[in-house]
Every structure is written in structure tokens, then in C-alpha cells.
């Protein structure tokens, strides 16, 4: 069983950064970890994931060269960094674990889910 518990969010201005956390409990160490955000009254969008040991991370095109993925895996964690923040990120920020096989881009394939961390930017 993986828990999966995300931190970090918060009420920023336009152009500023955040650090958003995910510490997991159980074995993530050998899986993709992803980041996905929901904004109000959108659907749920994939953001960011990196693969099990770090070297490999991808992005969606909305965040790319903004946002950065990492993990540490012997405190079993993952982290999304994020710079240069635009009203528009604004969201409840996910972190989810990838089923062993399953495809980065699609959320189905994401079987254990964080309660979310809000993201707020104002203008």
C-alpha cells in the first residue's frame, strides 16, 4: 500500500516560486512519481512526471522550462519546483504514483493518489 501525502502550497504573486512536496509511505522507490493539477471547474491535467531513479523526467508543455520534478528516493520523496508562477497555474497540485508498466501521460495508469495542496496566484 502506498499513501502518498503532498505539502508546500500557498498563496504566491505572479512570478514568484514554489516548492511543493510528496512524501510517500510504502515502496514508490521503483516507480514513476507524477504531479497533476486541477484548477476550478477544469478537469484534472497532468503536469509532470520523473521516473524511478530521477535521470528521466518529462513535462507538460504548459509548465515546460518553469517547473522542475525531482525525487530522493531513500527519503522517499518527490518534489515539484516551481518558478516564474502565472495566475493560470493556479490549482490544487496532485501527487500520484504510476503503475509498474503503465503510460506517464495517461492519468488512468496513476493508481495512488495524494489529498492535494492548493496553489494560489494572484496577479
Known amino acids: 500500500?502506498?499513501?502518498?501525502?503532498?505539502?508546500?502550497?500557498?498563496?504566491?504573486?505572479?512570478?514568484?516560486?514554489?516548492?511543493l512536496s510528496c512524501a510517500a509511505s510504502g515502496r514508490t522507490f521503483d516507480r514513476y512519481m507524477g504531479w497533476f493539477?486541477?484548477?476550478?471547474?477544469?478537469?484534472r491535467e497532468w503536469?509532470?512526471?520523473?521516473?524511478?531513479h530521477g535521470r528521466s523526467t518529462y513535462y507538460?508543455?504548459?509548465v515546460k522550462g518553469r517547473f522542475t520534478i525531482s525525487?530522493?528516493?531513500?527519503?522517499?520523496?518527490?518534489?515539484?519546483?516551481?518558478?516564474s508562477l502565472k495566475p493560470e497555474d493556479t490549482a490544487v497540485y496532485y501527487c500520484a504514483?504510476?503503475?509498474?508498466?503503465?503510460?506517464?501521460?495517461?492519468?488512468?495508469?496513476y493508481d495512488y493518489w495524494g489529498q492535494g495542496t492548493q496553489v494560489t496566484v494572484s496577479s
Open 1 to 19: 500500500q502506498v499513501q502518498l501525502v503532498e505539502s508546500g502550497g500557498g498563496l504566491v504573486r505572479a512570478g514568484e516560486s514554489l516548492r
Open 37 to 43: 493539477r486541477q484548477a476550478p471547474g477544469k478537469e
Open 47 to 52: 503536469v509532470a512526471t520523473i521516473d524511478w
Open 60 to 62: 507538460a508543455d504548459s
Open 71 to 83: 525525487r530522493d528516493n531513500p527519503k522517499n520523496a518527490v518534489y515539484l519546483q516551481m518558478n
Open 97 to 109: 504514483a504510476l503503475r509498474r508498466g503503465g503510460n506517464v501521460y495517461r492519468m488512468g495508469d
